[in-house]
């Protein structure tokens, strides 16, 4: 097809698609359900496709015509809009769900096999009796290891629709034969609060990975459990959550904020301005909290983040959230795929917009945005950031905060790169420490599964000579020792050991307590709440 044909199948293309687009009433997508958008049975790009497949000198696809047609013509538009194409929907509503159907199994993939890590509690898996430490070497009689693996196949190998079976070839250690396992398979929740758990004497602490379904429930039990263990103030972790559904940041943030405030508001050309306010009814008003953010702190994240600073309800820190503040809805359409359109943006209490700018269409430029703020020295320098006075608020108490994108801190904490080497980046960049660890663990499983608390595991691995096996393995994979950089980033290391040795044997309960025991983050959290 030349390109005057594809740009007159573009356009007619184009025009059908915003025709229909405004045939539909848009509002957010509140329950994880998309509003359905109808199609007429017959129009001119059905017309011209046909037209194209009867009379066109070659022969051409017409369904892959019409993909990469969706696909351009959303990338014409704002960076957050998107095609999803229908073999990808159900996987990526999967994701904040709150659960999806498969056997119940985390996993990594090492030396071309799926290695199990962990084993859901109550899941197919533990029922018939998988382990951690299991090789899957065959799915359904098929051999099923080798460099072609990708976590995607591994994925669609394994999940599968309630109640149907999957059987699996596992090699485990100790075992020379195959042994073969037939699994039912279930509903696995997706969890988004990763840990919440007494960080202090009164303090709880709860990590947040993503705005799910099912978050603000699984917050609200994190709450009362950490009340019942004495916990009288909060930290909350948004580091590196990078969203979701907006209705649950602003349930979450009204357990904090006494009644008639604003939380969020919302805005756009076609959608008439929408306020969230707090209902006076929350369980946390009169307690302090801090929240945790960064540069991949987004969206939802930042709702919440703004709403705590600009009802000036408690300290955010850490270093400029990443700047999205689009309102997404998912319209569904009749072949099975969806698009996620933008339909507003959102505003902080004090009327900043959240959005970074970005120029419509230049999407590659708007992802290189992170590179530009590491390049211009953000990350380690609060003072190379420079804002407008045009963009300076004031929340409800008087206090001066920013616009321009993102969220900024109530207090910076630069990355802290005293410790990073040459060394240190390659044994990190190639997945060494991940891979020690799990080999580690595989080990010496049986004394570690005798160790029931992460401070107990604590003190035995500090016992234990990591640093040293695990520079051997290094070098097993090429990498050379040079022991002026491994002493220099050796705490790093240590840590980050000790912490994924825990999770493959305790889960994330003992993961995060140990990697954030040095954490300075959440060390300067400590310190504020610790003040009036």
């Given at each position: 097809m030349n390109k005057k044909n594809f740009l007159l199948v573009l356009i007619v293309f184009l025009s059908v698609f915003f025709g229909l687009l405004l045939g539909n009433i848009l509002a957010l997508r509140s329950n994880g359900s998309g509003v359905f958008l109808g199609s007429r049975t017959h129009n001119k790009v059905d017309e011209l496709l046909s037209i194209i497949d009867a009379q066109y000198v070659d022969t051409v696809n017409a369904t892959e015509m019409t993909e990469e047609m969706m696909?351009?013509?959303?990338?014409?538009?704002?960076?957050?809009?998107?095609y999803i194409p229908a073999s990808d929907l159900e996987n990526v509503n999967s994701e904040?769900?709150?659960?999806?159907?498969?056997?119940?199994?985390?996993f990594n993939i090492q030396n071309d096999t799926v290695m199990i890590i962990s084993v859901i509690s109550g899941g197919p898996s533990e029922k018939v009796g998988l382990l951690a430490g299991d090789r899957i070497v065959k799915v359904n009689d098929s051999v099923f290891v080798g460099k072609k693996i990708t976590?995607?196949?591994?994925?669609?190998?394994?999940?599968?629709?309630?109640d149907s079976k999957v059987r699996l070839g596992i090699r485990r250690h100790g075992t020379r034969e195959i042994l073969y396992y037939s699994i039912t398979r279930g509903q696995i929740p997706v969890n988004s609060v990763d840990i919440a758990y007494m960080i202090e004497p009164q303090v709880g602490f709860i990590r947040v990975s993503k705005f799910a379904a099912t978050t603000y429930t699984e917050f609200l039990n994190a709450l009362a459990d950490l009340k019942n263990k004495g916990a009288k103030k909060y930290i909350i972790d948004l580091r590196e959550n990078s969203g979701g559904f907006m209705e649950q940041a602003i349930n979450m943030v009204n357990e904090f904020l006494p009644e008639g405030r604003i939380i969020v508001y919302s805005q756009g050309k076609s959608y008439p301005?929408?306020?969230?306010?707090?209902?006076?009814?929350?369980?946390?008003i009169q307690l302090p909290v801090v929240v945790l953010i960064d540069e991949f702190s987004a969206s939802a994240s930042e709702i919440f983040a703004g709403a705590i600073q600009d009802n000036d309800r408690g300290l955010i820190i850490g270093r400029r959230s990443f700047g999205k503040g689009l309102v997404q809805q998912q319209l569904n359409l009749t072949d099975g795929s969806a698009v996620r359109l933008t339909v507003a943006r959102y505003y902080t209490p004090t009327g900043r917009s959240i959005q970074k700018p970005y120029v419509r269409g230049k999407s590659d430029d708007y992802e290189m945005d992170i590179l530009n703020r590491y390049k211009h020295g953000e990350f380690d320098n609060k003072d190379s950031i420079h804002v407008a006075d045009s963009l300076k608020y004031k929340t409800i108490g008087g206090r001066t905060v920013y616009?321009?994108?993102?969220?900024?801190?109530?207090?910076?904490?630069?990355?802290d790169t005293t410790e990073f080497t040459p060394?240190?980046?390659?044994?990190?960049?190639?997945?060494?420490l991940y891979q020690f660890a799990f080999q580690y663990t595989d080990r010496n499983r049986a004394k570690l599964k005798s160790i029931k608390t992460w401070q107990s595991m604590d003190i035995y691995l500090s016992q234990q000579n990591l640093i040293t096996e695990f520079v051997l393995f290094a070098t097993s994979k090429g990498i050379v020792a040079n022991w002026k950089e491994i002493n220099i980033s050796k705490k790093i290391m240590l840590?980050?050991?000790k912490a994924y040795i825990t999770r493959n044997s305790l889960g994330d309960a003992g993961f995060f307590p140990l990697l954030y025991k040095d954490d300075k983050t959440v060390k300067?959290?400590?310190?504020?709440?610790?003040?009036?």
């Open positions: 696909t351009d013509l959303i990338l014409k538009l704002d960076p957050h809009s998107v904040l769900e709150g659960s999806f159907s498969g056997i119940g199994v985390q976590n995607e196949k591994v994925m669609k190998k394994l999940r599968g629709p309630a301005r929408s306020e969230a306010k707090s209902d006076g009814k929350g369980s946390c616009g321009g994108g993102g969220i900024m801190p109530d207090i910076f904490v630069p990355r060394y240190l980046n390659k044994v990190i960049n190639y997945g060494y840590s980050q050991l300067k959290a400590l310190e504020q709440l610790k003040k009036k």
